[in-house]
């Protein structure tokens, strides 16, 4: 029983560092935003605010019974798949890595792989039921891209797998240690590849095809406010964090204490995030195809890497 | 007992169908009877390894049961039962009652026959009743009985002389039709026959498993036939052709130095089969329709693992060969009961029911995340498996193909549940009412096995493991099977339980949080008050999005679309009807025209002085 209990507040303590990180660096990212349009943009503790709002909201509506599960499902997928990637390096030694240990080896990174499709299948349940069709839209778009970028990310995962024969993320992170030598490094196609993939799992531009704002009105999160969107938001935030975390796992050898967590996490986010700034949007089968043009190629490139060497 | 069974079943589907004329009453209780008797027989008085002999017609038929048919007798007797009972109000004022139970008890016994067969003749028997049955049940609504039926009829016995082909060879020279004589001995055989066999065999599991490209029957015959028995069609006897191919597998590509080449080959076929079902799944408008592609396409995921033939990949295929079952039985008969409560299958014309249908709804969503090989649902194990057998084997390109499979896949499970449960809720389906118990106490139940195979997979894992051992895999690991943990040589693990309740603990908080935070002030409105852009929809106003739904990815896939193997079949077609027709215009039936022929071959005789006479 009190093993549970401190399990939880572990696990709670991981969800609220997840929280706070993911809600800042959306707030960052408004602010460069900004500047980059020759805007002064809003303050980087705006997200805090906008969820603080979105949270004490007393009334709203709601379409039927999956309109509140489908926010429940994103939840589940944002918070097990932060259990399960392992959010520091096994080999730090600060004095709170333990707290982090979470269920990190109950899982391997094609069950993250599946989880991570969990909530927004739930997701656009829960879209469908409110019955707007702008929600419907969104959907179907965000699902085909996700056929788009699956492809190169899968082909970086199994170039991986090859080369080090396992499926452990955890393996990964200490095959780095031991090495010395980061796996961007070790195998640069598979990096370039999922790079290249997470451009599009982060939505921002040119993929941004799910949210569209002039086209769509935000797609799947248009009839959501208050609890709803609250929930969204956060789910939104600590799922950002929880994949940033992942790249840096397996890309970057981890992270030893936070500090160097955040540092990598944020450069690394800011690839999606500077190239979005500076991009207009794709229709959704130029998407697609371009996912499976140059990103699929290096990842074939980066298997091949891998059985070769 | 075997016999015994049997014979109830074939007994049994003849009084049903007599009593039937008596009235349908009579005959609804008798059906039940009919299917329930000899199935708790089954259950609880056979035993795996009992053999019997039966002396006919100067043959011996040699029945009995192995721990691999016994697998597999599981699904038909289970989903035989649950459809049976879902298939009494299904059909309840339907034409041809009589027709559809006997044929329904007739494919159970042909079923559980051939799974109990050890010799070829009798198993061949089986076989036919099986193709026949079911066979009389596309056609049994009579819509496109010209081209639904004769397709399957055409596919069914190009297999059909495949076997029959291949038996004879077998029995020609080796002179048994014992299935254990020709596996021990097929050594014996010339390399020829050798090569020739295996891949006859495959052609006749291939055709029934519908493996590409002999799948083209199907898509149509699984949507023509009643949803009550398509359930049984795609659930079980579809996977007779899968439990051929592991005998096939096993017992003779194991022994052939080309085996791994020929494995390879089923391997992508099987691949292939998997991404372009899920393609054209994705592009149907009719929920039968796209289940039947979606069919296909997961028998593509089992026959790779077949194929594939590592303990692990066999593991899954198994997995995969009972979970497909219950899902996909489970989704049929929730396609039938919204035909029976709207009268039509069509996403564009069904809307938002999901508040009229709500125990359908959560039977279809549960069946519909374990299709998608979500966690923690019984699909996820058989793919965690079957990747981690991949990549292990060496198959890496196969293993990219599948991953794109399964979240192609994705896309049409969530036209599927869009389709008929979610969007906007119209007047028109107002009055339609949640189906009657008997009919979703069965698809429920099936849907909550997936729920509990996905956690504890154990139970699944034990009957498997003895049916692979039986076959000759002495290294399953079935002994560390025990405690709901997937794992792999590499040493990958998945914990099952943990996550089981990690996901349902944030799940039951968030939902419960977003239930009771600021209840008093959420209230409820219908799906026509919804934000559009400052205007507010008319109540005739439809905005329900259902006409193109995938519109932007078949946009993607357009040219992979325009090849498709029934045109090159139907090129073939015409291509013989040509030749028919020139044939018919040498033999016209005339007299006059033979009795020319008869000259002309006479002068041509003597332009080249033959001596005709001596």
């Known amino acids: ?309 | 007992m075997i016999t015994l069974i049997l014979l109830l079943f074939l007994g049994g589907a003849i009084v049903t169908w007599l009593g039937g004329k008596l009235s349908p009453i009579v005959g609804d209780m008798l059906f039940l009877v009919t299917i329930i008797v000899p199935a708790g027989m089954f259950f609880t008085g056979v035993t795996v390894g009992e053999v019997t002999h039966i002396h006919a017609l100067g043959l011996t038929l040699t029945w009995g049961l192995s721990p691999l048919s016994y697998l597999f007798s599981m699904i038909v007797v289970g989903l035989g039962i649950l459809l049976a009972i879902y298939a009494v109000p299904f059909m309840k004022g339907k034409q041809k009652t009589g027709a559809f139970y006997f044929n329904f008890t007739l494919s159970v016994m042909a079923m559980l026959g051939i799974l109990v067969s050890k010799d070829w003749v009798s198993f061949f028997i089986f076989w036919e009743i099986m193709t026949w049955s079911s066979y009389l049940m596309v056609i049994l609504n009579g819509k496109d009985v010209q081209r639904v039926g004769i397709k399957y009829f055409i596919f069914s016995a190009i297999g059909a002389y495949a076997m029959l082909m291949a038996m004879v060879v077998m029995n020609s020279q080796l002179g048994s039709f014992l299935m254990a004589d020709t596996f021990n001995n097929f050594q014996h055989l010339t390399v020829g026959n050798q090569i020739l066999i295996p891949i006859l065999l495959l052609t006749a599991f291939g055709v029934k498993s519908a493996m590409m490209p002999l799948h083209v029957w199907a898509p149509d015959a699984y949507s023509n036939a009643p949803m009550a028995y398509t359930g049984l069609f795609s659930g079980a006897l579809s996977k007779m052709g899968i439990y051929g191919m592991v005998l096939v597998m096993v017992t003779m590509i194991n022994q052939l130095p080309e085996g791994t080449l020929i494995r390879d080959i089923i391997a992508w076929i099987g691949g292939f089969t998997a991404a372009a079902a899920t393609l054209w799944a994705i592009t149907q408008d009719d929920g039968k329709k796209l289940l039947a592609w979606s069919s296909v396409g997961q028998m593509g995921y089992i026959i790779v693992g077949v194929a594939i033939g590592t303990p692990l990949a066999m593991l899954a295929a198994l997995f995969l060969v009972v979970v497909h079952a219950m899902f996909k039985g489970s989704l049929f008969m929730v396609v039938g009961a919204i035909e029976k409560q709207t009268g039509t299958t069509d996403f564009r014309e069904i809307n938002g029911l999901i508040r009229k249908m709500p125990w359908t709804f959560i039977s279809a969503l549960i069946s519909v995340i374990a299709l998608a090989g979500i966690p923690p649902l019984a699909g996820f194990v058989s793919k965690w498996m079957l990747y981690e057998a991949l990549i292990q084997n060496n198959n890496y390109i196969l293993v990219i193909l599948l991953f794109f499979a399964s979240t192609a896949g994705f896309l049409y499970c969530y036209k599927f549940l869009h389709g008929y449960f979610l969007g906007q809720e119209e007047p028109e389906w107002a009055h339609v009412k949640e189906a009657p118990v008997t009919m979703v106490v069965p698809m429920l139940l099936l849907a909550i096995g997936t729920f509990v195979l996905g956690t504890f997979p154990q139970l699944l894992f034990k009957p498997i493991d003895s049916a692979l051992q039986y076959v000759g895999y002495d290294a399953t690991g079935g002994h560390l099977w025990g405690q709901s943990i997937l794992f792999s040589e590499w040493g990958d693990v998945v914990t099952l339980q943990p996550i089981l309740y990690a996901v349902l603990a944030v799940f039951v908080f968030f939902a419960l949080f977003l239930w009771f935070k600021g209840t008093k002030g959420t209230r409820y409105v219908s799906t026509k008050d919804i934000s559009s852009s400052g205007e507010l929809p008319k109540e005739w106003e439809n905005l329900t999005f259902k006409v193109n739904f995938m519109q932007p990815f078949e946009r993607v896939i357009e040219p992979f679309l325009k090849r498709q193997i029934d045109k090159y079949y139907t090129a073939f077609g015409n291509g013989l009807e040509a030749l028919f027709e020139f044939t018919r215009r040498i033999y016209t039936g005339n007299g006059q025209t033979y009795a020319i022929y008869a000259i002309l071959f006479l002068a041509l005789l003597l332009l080249f002085r033959v001596n005709l006479f001596g």
């Open chain 1, 1 to 309: 029983m009190e093993y549970i209990l401190i399990k939880t507040l572990e696990a709670i303590a991981t969800f609220i560092l997840a929280f706070i990180v993911g809600m800042t660096y959306g707030g960052v990212v408004r602010k460069i935003t900004g500047r980059v349009h020759n805007r002064l943009g809003p303050p980087w503790y705006q997200n805090f605010i906008d969820a603080f709002k979105l949270f004490s909201k007393t009334r709203g509506i709601h379409h039927g019974a999956m309109h509140f599960l489908g926010a429940a499902f994103l939840m589940v997928t944002s918070v097990v798949s932060l259990m399960i990637i392992p959010v520091l390096a096994p080999g730090g030694h600060a004095w709170y890595n333990s707290w982090f240990t979470n269920m990190n080896f109950n899982g391997d990174l094609i069950f993250l792989l599946y989880i991570m499709t969990f909530g927004p299948l739930g997701m656009a349940m829960g879209a469908g039921q409110t019955g707007n069709p702008n929600s419907s839209i969104g959907v179907t778009r965000g699902l085909s891209q996700m056929v788009g970028f699956e492809i190169p990310w899968v082909m970086a995962l199994v170039a991986l797998m090859i080369s080090y024969k396992t499926t452990s993320v955890i393996d990964f992170m200490n095959i780095q240690r031991e090495t010395g030598t980061w796996l961007m490094f070790a195998n640069p196609f598979a990096f370039i590849a999922a790079v290249l993939a997470m451009l599009g799992m982060f939505r921002y531009s040119p993929f941004d095809i799910v949210g569209a704002p002039t086209e769509l009105a935000s797609g799947p999160v248009s009839e959501n406010g208050g609890k709803f969107l609250f929930t969204m938001m956060s789910s939104g935030s600590v799922f950002t964090f929880a994949k940033l975390v992942l790249y840096v796992d397996l890309f970057m050898g981890g992270a030893n204490n936070l500090v160097m967590l955040v540092v990598k996490t944020f450069l690394l986010y800011m690839i999606p995030v500077l190239y979005g700034i500076v991009s207009p949007r794709y229709r959704t089968e130029q998407a697609v195809r371009w996912f499976w043009g140059w990103p699929t190629f290096i990842g074939l490139l980066a298997i091949l890497y891998a059985v070769m060497f």
